[in-house]
């Protein structure tokens, strides 16, 4: 009698420290390209992402506040953060948790299977291919570009060159909706509705895109350099893949393309999932020593580290109200599964490296 009463209180106990961690999978969830999805798994995937639209905001109210649903949760943390988050040394883990904790919003509040798709824009040049994507198909896909509006002479930044659009998206499941995003242009948070916008520069796209520049991507020796040939200059002539794809489909006037507001076109989670993905197969060329290289500015563009140093491993990230805090040290293995980190996923195919 006392050895069943013990046993179960044991598996009671065991029941509450599980049940307490519901996050911690066993085997990683598999990231697949979009157009190997099936049709079923697209739609799926689509109705969520217009789920998270509708779920209520967590962000704490403020006056006139844009932050309306659980989506735009994630799209004011990156606007508040965006000069702390890019052209820095955490860039791409810091993006790669927002992404992850972007799929765990899908699957945990929107019932979503599946894993976070990604796209691998190579597939996708030379420049005449661009438009005809399938991820901008206006059924199975995001839609495509914008209606043609002419440059505004008045703006003082250049136009992306081979810019194609800018007004609304035309199709797809975004289409005709006034207020797809409710924040933005740039770090304004009060609530401004807008619809989608994309401005296709197909010549943008197969300057950066193309497998040339992911292969020049992929022979960075360390991370410091993979790092700022990932993420290039500021200037558009010295664009890298991360470039590539913001100005390639946001061009001038798309969201995109907006520094800040970028997430708020949903094609953003499928192209940093690919710039991710460029990651990971960096670091399984040499999986053991580059598990743990770091580097780059804590401060924005201080490449000499004239101003701060550079991050290590213990940096912190912070996503927000969407997950807790984690370092960079929890996000470099992407399939850690709570052994090693604070990731579990997989890609079902990597980058190597040509010739
Ligand atoms: C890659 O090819 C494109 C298209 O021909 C070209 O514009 C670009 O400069 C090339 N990039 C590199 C790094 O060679
Ligand atoms: C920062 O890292 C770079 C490599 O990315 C290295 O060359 C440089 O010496 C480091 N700076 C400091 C202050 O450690
Ligand atoms: C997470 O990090 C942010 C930014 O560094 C900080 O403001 C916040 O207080 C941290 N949250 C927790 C729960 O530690
Ligand atoms: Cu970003």
């Not at 050895?3 to 085997?27: E, F, G, M, N, Y």
């Not at 994630?74 to 948790?97: D, E, N, P």
């Not at 580059?290 to 004239?306: A, F, H, V």
Request: charged letters at 15%.
């Amino acid at each position: 009698m006392q050895i069943i009463q013990k046993t179960w209180a044991l598996a009671a106990l065991l029941s509450v420290l599980v049940s307490a961690r519901p996050h911690q999978q066993q085997t990683p969830i598999v990231r697949r390209e979009w157009r190997t999805l099936s049709k079923h798994e697209k739609s799926s995937y689509l109705c969520a992402v217009k789920c998270i639209m509708r779920k209520p905001a967590l962000t704490p109210p403020f006056d006139n506040s844009g932050v309306i649903s659980r989506y735009d949760d994630l799209v004011y943390t990156h606007i508040q953060q965006t000069f702390s988050i890019h052209y820095t040394g955490h860039f791409l883990a810091w993006h790669r948790y927002y992404l992850a904790v972007y799929e765990r919003m899908l699957r945990d509040e929107c019932g979503y299977k599946g894993a976070q798709p990604y796209w691998d824009w190579t597939l996708d040049t030379p420049a005449d291919k661009w438009a005809s994507s399938p991820v901008f198909d206006p059924v199975t896909g995001f839609g495509g570009n914008g209606e043609f509006v002419e440059s505004d002479p008045a703006n003082p930044f250049p136009p992306v060159p081979g810019r194609t659009g800018g007004g609304c998206v035309k199709d797809g499941p975004f289409a005709g909706v006034s207020d797809v995003v409710h924040l933005g242009p740039q770090d304004s948070v009060t609530y401004n509705p807008q619809c989608l916008k994309r401005d296709f520069s197909p010549y943008f796209a197969g300057r950066y895109l193309a497998m040339n520049q992911t292969q020049l991507t992929l022979a960075a020796p360390d991370f410091g350099s993979f790092d700022r040939v990932v993420e290039g200059g500021p200037s558009f002539d010295a664009s890298g893949i991360h470039g590539g794809g913001h100005y390639g489909v946001g061009g001038t006037y798309g969201q995109i393309g907006d520094l800040y507001t970028s997430p708020a076109d949903p094609i953003f989670y499928l192209h940093h999932a690919n710039l991710d993905r460029v990651w990971w197969s960096w670091q399984k060329l040499n999986l053991e020593a580059r598990l743990t290289d770091i580097s780059g500015p804590i401060l924005l563009m201080d490449y000499d580290n004239l101003k701060g140093g550079n991050v290590t491993l213990d940096f912190p990230l912070s996503v927000g109200v969407s997950a807790v805090n984690v370092t960079i040290g929890d996000v470099m293995n992407i399939a850690g599964c709570g052994q090693n980190g604070a990731l579990c996923y997989e890609y079902d195919k990597v980058y190597t490296l040509q010739g």
